[in-house]
């Protein structure tokens, strides 16, 4: 199956009330990991690239290692993201790549450190919704800033400096006509998110169930949405590693948030702490083994299961054949006479 427009997944995943997970890929193991855990649950997909990711594994390596998974497993639809771009560039480049899909970060600028204005976020969102369009792929907008630091990207400091106001994503969606929306609400990048386990004083679900209120049809995304199980960290602290005691987003909690509209939901913590557990335990235990492969399965299969169990928790699980894909160039089409909405239902206050 050619990789699929993340609006129709999404569209589709608000149709049948569940939400899909987006995972971060850097390398082959990692693509195997999901495909092997989308075939096992018969689950369409998300898969994610940062700007570090591209950097790390060259563009041409990753894109075609994920066009190999939809040649291998080709009952399954793939959405191919950009997680967080920062600027048009990014963005424009990722699409010329084949990507099906772009994050615009703009409530960051080009430096992905510093905030910026509501306008300037605006501006730059509204550039790429324009030239994402016009080629069939999704565009998704990020208002209100999100917490702590990944891949180099990110404002730094908790997640609740810059909650997102619900009024103000009204707008935003209204002005830039993107197709899916990154909201903060407390939760922050990387494994250090909670310091205990988070009530509502620190993840802000009333204010998330605001804006699904006002835009009954939008496709929120949650972003730093790894539960960082204890079990997961326990493997690591158990077999040589250093973590401080810390607390993700309960998956009871997400899954609050899948009821009130959030489609997408972004995991890249749970799978790192999956991959290296697992890697540890077998150098541990078997100090004498050189052959990457011997610690490699183990952690390509721990990082299966949690994507696994993250597909059947966010209901995406069995999802796989509802629908066929439809091409990138129609979805274009759509776009241009209007059978694909961009302008959001809002409901009164
Ligand atoms: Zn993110």
Redesign the pocket.
């Known amino acids: 199956m050619p990789l699929v427009s993340m609006r129709q997944l999404l569209d589709e995943a608000a149709k049948g009330g569940y939400g899909v997970g987006a995972f971060n890929v850097n390398d082959m193991e990692q693509i195997q990991a999901i495909m092997g855990a989308a075939k096992e649950t018969n689950s369409p997909v998300i898969i994610q690239a ?1 700007r570090g990711a591209r950097q790390f594994a060259q563009d041409k390596y990753l894109f075609h290692l994920i066009l190999a998974a939809s040649e291998l497993y080709p009952e399954i639809p793939i959405a191919m993201h950009q ?2 771009g920062n600027s048009f560039e990014t963005c424009k480049s990722a699409i010329e790549l084949g990507y099906t899909s772009v ?1 615009m ?1 703009g409530s960051l600028k080009a430096d992905g450190k510093t905030p910026a204005s509501f306008e300037e976020n605006v501006e730059v969102t509204r550039k790429v919704v324009d030239f994402a369009h016009e080629r069939g792929v999704t565009v998704e907008g ?1 208002i209100g800033v ?1 917490g702590g630091v ?1 891949d180099g ?2 404002a730094g400091g908790s997640g609740l400096d810059h909650i997102t106001d619900p009024d103000q994503a009204v707008e935003f969606a209204e002005l830039t006509g993107v197709d899916a929306l ?1 909201i903060a609400i407390g939760t922050s ?1 990387g494994a250090y998110k909670f310091t205990k386990k988070p009530d509502g004083s620190v993840l802000k679900m009333d204010v998330l169930i605001a804006i699904h209120k006002r835009l009954p049809n939008t496709h929120l995304v949650m ?2 949405s790894s539960s960082v199980p204890k079990d997961l960290q326990d493997i690591i602290n158990h077999y040589g590693g250093k973590l401080k005691e810390t607390w993700g987003v309960p998956v009871e909690e997400i899954q609050l948030g899948i009821r009130n509209g959030v489609r997408k939901i ?1 995991v ?1 913590t749970d799978n790192r702490l999956a991959i290296t557990g697992a890697i540890r335990k077998v150098l541990w235990e078997s100090p004498e083994k050189f052959d990457p492969r011997d610690y490699m399965k183990p952690a390509r299969e721990a990082m299966q299961k949690v994507v696994a169990q993250r597909m059947t928790q966010f209901g995406q699980a069995g999802h796989a054949g509802d629908y066929s894909p439809i091409a990138i160039t129609e979805i274009a089409k759509g776009y241009a006479d209007g059978t694909l909405t961009t302008q959001p239902l809002v409901a009164a206050k």
Do not use: K, T
């Open positions: 940062s997680d967080h994050m970060d990020e999100l990944e990207h990110g990154a990048h972003h730093g972004n890249d």
